[in-house]
């Protein structure tokens, strides 16, 4: 019996809401030791409120020492095994894009490359083409029909782009075209069970296609797939906890991840203010929302320890609108750290934050790494905060008699 | 390897003995965000005193968010993985009225109903009827002889008794025969593997002679059966720990369960007093005493914050009389929280305290939830209890070379 046989048997129905506000990458560290991080440098008067009367901690990602992508880091927010649900390359890169899965399609990460007169890879990126000249070469490759399937390619950013191929008995289980190295040619796509056959021919017939249709693009004259991977299997928020889940959010990869666990995309915000807005609009139709932030992690991954604290102290300042809602349980968390002082993810725990009438209020003052140490959450894997937000919602029964 | 390979692996034999203090349901909560739980409020001079020169720290009884009822948390205490020990309904009501079960037991759930003049049940629970009355019909079904095995009828409480299958070959591979509404009749108990065919047939024809010996009840005039339960496969304390365990305890239930772990039930105590009477007489005959106080957890379910203050006060007040017996280790925990607030049992971690000469003594002065989350031991599951017990006893060798 693991985790989700629990949620699953336990789960009661309940008025309590939860939201789930993730801040992407707002655990830091200090610019110089003993220093302050960028989350204890901001001025946060109303998350600082929330620490006084919630109980905080410290969650680990995946596991000690660990640094997450935005996938698996979403994943164990999300309440499931980072190391169980691996979610492949391709489905993550139309994740990425938006693009919506079927239980029928295998996504596939394609590069541009550039091969010489007798087809050797000269360049494995072309060069490194700009995105919107990519664009133009992707329309080009819309052209391609095969019969039986249905074909989706949609570019990504710079010689990436995302083939979708759609139909029945696809298995992914087939090899990357990309030999990692140049003086060679592409590989042809090597299928590893019968399932997949079918999917490396489909691969190979629209390579086939592609290198005729590209072969006079001065750089992109040709290209390879990686990454062949099917929509991941997972069970929904509605299966496991019983909950109708809503995502709010302004960046794709995050709706895609939160589509994977069955969780609706409401609005289109493209700002925090707008996300707030549309929590509150939609706030009796849900159970459970997902309201994730971006800008922490990018200033963070930019190496701006100052804009970092300002995008917290933005932060900071929706939070009454959420509280006004009066949530049963409010989380404020981020999927890892991403330290201005390392301009990358890390695997610095996350300060992580309950607010709800059933929380066993601890000694921490304010929202922070040095607090979170010593809160009542104590250290966990992030992949139990769901149940922690289950159980403040009061939306779990008693386990055995 | 897991934990009990471990412990059968590095056991040794010792002087120290071990007291596992449990006060049931002992967590809890503030009243009010930010204010005092039931064990910060009560004046606890003597478990103050032990936190000082012990270890304390923060019990999870199964996984962060989950609830245990008395089963699982105890469970968890005897150092059995809840999820993985899991004992099955009519065992437990077996435990919880103190039947010893055997080997060769299947217990059963019994539930009296009532059923119209065309067999249609049209009060599940027999208008819950007094226990005096439901143990008088009770004695009636003692009538009931089946060949090849020996019955056994046990009143528990209104409407409900437990029936006990005692004899060779008997699986519990078996539903309900409980429908779960009104206006259809008992269903028939079905069997869910070879092993259970018995079993079923068995139940069977004691449901059909004790719906003739029924027939004139005016409210009991026919039952069902629920949760067909083996005896629990668990190692004995022998065999994990190498030690002679007691139980000391004054209900049924807790006697029950620690009768799985093969603990022997000492003493016919019925007040705390009493057991540390018992506890003192039966001091030189085992190497492990399990004490159970039950009144935490009952004034906690009663909502009564005042009332749980002064219980934890009563417990508080015996502590010197079993520090006065040297115990290599005393632990005292709870098997989950049952805050006043919540008139329930909750997920909330339960302080949990370490003496022992062994024990690396920490900062807290107070044994209670906000000392205990900054203690020595940390956040652990209750699963590592025991094998913490054993290190601070002096009773586990070195892993490895």
Redesign the interface.
Known sequence: ???HD?MIN?QESGEGKIVLLVSDGIGGLPLAPGGLTELETAKTPNLDGLA???VQGLSIPIKPGITPGSGPGHLGLFGYDPLKYIIGRGALEAAGIGFAMTENDVAIRGNFCTIDSVGNISDRRAGRIPSDESANVVAKLRAIKISGVELFVEPVKEHRFVLVIRGEGLGDAVADTDPQRTGVPPLDPVWHNDNSKKTAEIAKEFFNQAKKILANEPKANCLTLRGFAKKPHMPSYREIYGLKAACIAVYPMYKGLASFAGMELVGKPTTLTEEIDTLEKAWQDYDFFFVHFKYTDSRGEDGNFDEKVKMIEELDKVVPRISALKPACLIVTGDHSTPAKMASHSFHPVPTLIVS???????TEHYGERDAV???????EAM?L???????AGR??????
């Open positions: 019996m693991d985790i629990l336990l006084k009367i919630g009438d059933l929380a066993r209020t601890d000694a010593y809160g009542g959450l104590g250290h966990f139990y769901m149940p922690l937000a289950m159980a403040h779990l029964g008693k386990f055995g008699a």
